[in-house]
Each structure stands twice: as structure tokens, then as C-alpha cells.
């Protein structure tokens, strides 16, 4: 069985910063895309950023500039580290993974709450 487990949410003001991680865990043969969402209440999961197996990544319009998405394939963990933060941004924000295991499955973590304040 294959986990995806996110950490490093949090209270952060305005202006401020935090890292999100997420680590997958299990019989992984390989992983292509990885990416992070996010849903704010009241409001349906949007794509925050994504990062392909060989690098290339895709941001929200809303976060470019601010957020960068990295991986580490031989650790088979993710990261989002997220600068300027602001009120709006505040959601929990989930890890997404296309694994390769025993059979090819999409997996999400279980998210982390990020709550920014003005």
C-alpha cells in the first residue's frame, strides 16, 4: 500500500512564509507527476502547482512568483515552499501523486491546513 503523508502547515501572517512536504511511502516503483492543491472553505480543490518526473512544473496563475514546487525522486517526497504569503491563500492543501506500484494508481495525502493571517 502506498501513503502519501503531508507536514509543515500552520498560522503564518501575512507576508510570511512556510514549507509544505510530502513523503510517499510504500512499494513505489516510480512516481510521475506530483503536485500540490489546495480548498479554501466554501470552495471546490484547485490546482496549486505541479511538478513532472523529469521537472517541468505548471503553477496557478494565483501563486506564480511566490510558491516553488520541487521533488526529490530518490527520496520520493515533494515540497512547496510558499513566500508572501497572504490571507487568500489560506486552504488545506493537499499532496497528489500518479504512483507506480504494484499497478498504476493516483493517490492523494490526507492535507494540511495552512492558515495565513492578515
Known amino acids: 500500500q502506498v501513503q502519501l503523508v503531508e507536514s509543515g502547515g500552520g498560522l503564518v501572517q501575512a507576508g510570511g512564509s512556510l514549507r509544505l512536504s510530502c513523503s510517499a511511502s510504500?512499494?513505489?516503483?516510480?512516481?510521475?507527476?506530483m503536485g500540490w492543491y489546495r480548498q479554501a472553505p466554501g470552495k471546490q480543490r484547485e490546482l496549486v502547482a505541479v511538478?513532472?518526473?523529469?521537472?517541468?512544473?505548471i503553477y496557478a496563475d494565483s501563486v506564480k512568483g511566490r510558491f516553488t514546487i520541487s521533488r526529490d525522486n530518490a527520496k520520493n517526497t515533494l515540497s512547496l515552499q510558499m513566500n508572501s504569503l497572504k490571507p487568500e491563500d489560506t486552504a488545506v492543501y493537499y499532496c497528489?501523486?500518479?504512483?507506480?506500484?504494484?499497478?498504476?494508481?493516483?493517490?492523494w495525502g490526507k492535507g494540511t491546513l495552512v492558515t495565513v493571517s492578515s
Open positions: 497528489n501523486a500518479d504512483v507506480q506500484s504494484v499497478g498504476r494508481m493516483n493517490l
Open positions: 510504500g512499494i513505489i516503483v516510480s512516481i510521475n507527476a
Open positions: 511538478i513532472r518526473s523529469g521537472g517541468i512544473t
